[in-house]
T-cell receptor, first 115, second 114 residues
Framework: EAGVAQSPRYKIIEKRQSVAFWCNPI?????LYWYQQILGQGPKLLIQ????????DSQLPKDRFSAERLKGVDSTLKIQPAKLEDSAVYLC?????????????FGPGTRLLVL | GESVGLHLPTLSVQEGDNSIINCAYS??????FIWYKQESGKGPQFIID?????DKRQGQRVTVLLNKTVKHLSLQIAATQPGDSAVYFC?????????????FGTGTRLQVTL
């Protein structure tokens, strides 16, 4: 079974530029998550989708971050404009529909460096 | 390669010994607990999980123990190998209707010495 796919793997931009990340979850997984992981810390949830609807975006900085999952499969996360403190790894995860455990499966992440 | 977690607590273990990584959690409403392994430059990889109504679960070379009284979780790795070197995160999962919400703990870096 293919895992969660993400692209690009690395991105370097200057502050105030925009950037977009793409995620393809595991086939059949209805729930998709975007996390931000700052070096030395655990992942922090940014947004959670159930199919193409947003379940939780309470931690998403909505003045600069946006995300969508138009057809309930792939998702994109955008930052516009980027700030220096946005330098982090952006992880996408997916989970199967209930009944199941509480486990989420992660992609390899996109490493963003804002200069 | 890129480092994950430059200032994390570190556990050094000799190859072949057993490793025990500990984690404290905070939410009594969490219904699952999960251990993830994160190698440098990669996303977190699922190791093992345990329901909140269990106190022990075993996998291949790994055992997770859950003590709800003191809100403590541990991961035991038997016969630790160099490939086990990574940062380990515990996560507590709370149901949110049709999905779950994960809250990650502070990671622990496991260094396996030869």
């Amino acid at each position: 079974e293919a895992g969660v796919a993400q692209s690009p793997r690395y991105k370097i931009i200057e502050k105030r530029q925009s950037v977009a990340f793409w995620c393809n979850p595991i086939s059949g997984h209805a729930t998709l998550y975007w996390y931000q992981q700052i070096l030395g810390q655990g992942p922090k949830l940014l947004i959670q989708f159930q199919n193409n609807g947003v379940v939780d975006d309470s931690q998403l900085p909505k003045d600069r971050f946006s995300a969508e999952r138009l057809k309930g499969v792939d998702s994109t996360l955008k930052i516009q404009p980027a700030k220096l403190e946005d330098s982090a790894v952006y992880l996408c995860a997916s989970s199967p529909p209930r009944p199941w455990g509480g486990t989420q499966y992660f992609g390899p992440g996109t490493r963003l460096l804002v200069l | 390669g890129e480092s994950v977690g430059l200032h994390l607590p570190t556990l050094s273990v000799q190859e072949g010994d057993n490793s025990i990584i500990n984690c404290a959690y905070s939410n009594s409403a969490s219904d699952y607990f999960i251990w993830y392994k994160q190698e440098s430059g990669k996303g977190p990889q699922f190791i093992i999980d345990i329901r909140s109504n269990m106190d022990k679960r075993q996998g291949q070379r790994v055992t997770v123990l859950l003590n709800k009284t003191v809100k403590h979780l541990s991961l035991q790795i038997a016969a630790t190998q160099p490939g086990d070197s990574a940062v380990y995160f515990c996560a507590e999962s709370r149901s949110t209707g049709t999905a779950s919400k994960l809250t990650f703990g502070t990671g622990t870096r496991l260094q396996v010495t030869l």
